[in-house]
């Protein structure tokens, strides 16, 4: 039996756990503040929680209910009925549901099996990882390392929505195995080397939800396992990755201590982190209107790009690795926040976003792209080209909320600041792309929990 309250999950886009969990918590958020009842506010629910009630295995109960009335302005009772849908052709007459008509698709179909596929992969290894129990075995720590890598190469090409959930399952996984001590003593390294990776990934994913407290938290245990790992590489990423959380939440202080932090941690290390530190270096710099620094960072950059070589985290790729385009971005974002503009900064902010074109390039990322087409807008805007800047910032606008993630609103936000000085606040186009840019960033970040 599929109930109402599945349906309705699978018609607004709400299958995957994280997309649920953002619409539930607003939900029960909405509900504390009209109620006056604050505990309201920080109610939740666990993957294995949503999936049952989704399966119609489990009837929510207590004040869930109530979340759910809300969420979806219908009693509870109707939520957990069998879903009424409108009848085929040669069938019964169809049976309509109050206020809605719905309607089963070929696609609904697909997405649900999509959804129970998944479900029985995760059943399925669990099994087998408990298969392990005794010890940590091969198809265990293959699973990890093979999951890892997939999901640490489509990070920045995907809407976080589609991985989040699987993000959770690897690290609850990683921790589980090292805390339940069947590792040998050959595996130890290894699974704190995934531990690192994997809340490594979930820091970034906390900060694209504009969480920088729980980012912040998920760094410091990537932090303490990369430690264990002897990992000098991912501890200097881990670095790198406080210096981005830091300087996003608008504390570039902090952002150049990591930065700095990071590039002592591994001052002669071959692979591209140390690119990544300099670029940081010269953002964080820039946003404390150092010039000197800046310049200095941006130059240590261009000579670091000639002298590395790849190592095992530029071989996982994805947010792992700081390939050349990315580089040409950041460099162009350190001389934007300093208010520069002129042809031949402009010219550099094209090829920038011109690195980004091409979404076969197994380095696009949609984040980088947005952020490199922000930053031609300002340097458009800072050389009196008001309507160049609204070309430019475009396609950021346009992008649907699955990957309105907290840095490109703020890229977005630092284009529409600019819009409001002299001599161009009262322009037309100025005025209207300040209204385009307000509405863009009134979405909820990503759909999901902020």
Known sequence: MATLL?????????????????????????????????????LTISVKTFERWYLGKVTPQNEARRVLARLFQRPITQLLAEAQVEAGPGTAAPVKVQHERLHVTPDADLQRMGRNAAMASRRAITFAMGAEQNEVGPETLSYLQEEIRRITGIYVRVPLSEILDDLVHLQDSAFRLIESGQARPSQIRD???????????????????????????????????????????????????QSLISYWADRPEDALHYACQGTATAPDFPG???????????????????????????RRAAELREATTPDDLDDLG??????????????????????NGGTELIQRAEDAVQGFSDHENPHWAFG?????????????????????????????????????????????????????????????????????IVAFSSHPTLALPR
């Open 6 to 42: 599945r349906v309705l999950i699978d018609q607004r886009g709400w299958g995957e756990y994280g997309a649920f969990l953002h619409e539930y918590s607003k939900a029960a958020r909405s509900l504390a503040r009209e109620t006056g009842d604050a505990s309201l506010a920080t």
């Open 191 to 241: 699974l704190y080397l995934m531990s690192a990776l994997t809340s490594g990934m979930l820091a970034k994913a906390c900060h694209d939800l504009g969480d920088p407290h729980s980012a912040m938290s998920h760094a410091r245990a990537a932090s303490v396992c990369a430690n264990q790992a002897e990992h000098s590489a991912m501890s200097a990423w881990v670095r790198g990755l």
């Open 272 to 298: 591209s982190v140390c690119i990544w530190l300099a670029g940081l270096e010269a953002r964080a710099s820039a946003a404390l209107g150092d010039y000197d620094t800046v310049q200095a960072a941006n």
């Open 318 to 339: 994805g947010i792992y690795y700081y390939p050349e385009i990315k580089h040409r971005y950041y460099e162009v974002e350190s001389n934007v926040l300093l208010g």
């Open 368 to 436: 980088d792209e947005a952020g490199s087409q922000s930053n031609l807008a300002l340097a458009r805007l800072y050389s009196g080209d008001v309507e160049g800047a609204a070309d430019a910032v475009q396609p950021v606008l346009a992008l649907p909320p699955g990957q309105r993630n907290h840095g490109i609103i703020s890229s977005a936000q630092r284009v529409r600041t600019a819009l409001t000085t002299d001599p161009i606040r009262n322009a037309v186009t100025a005025r209207d792309l300040r209204e385009q």
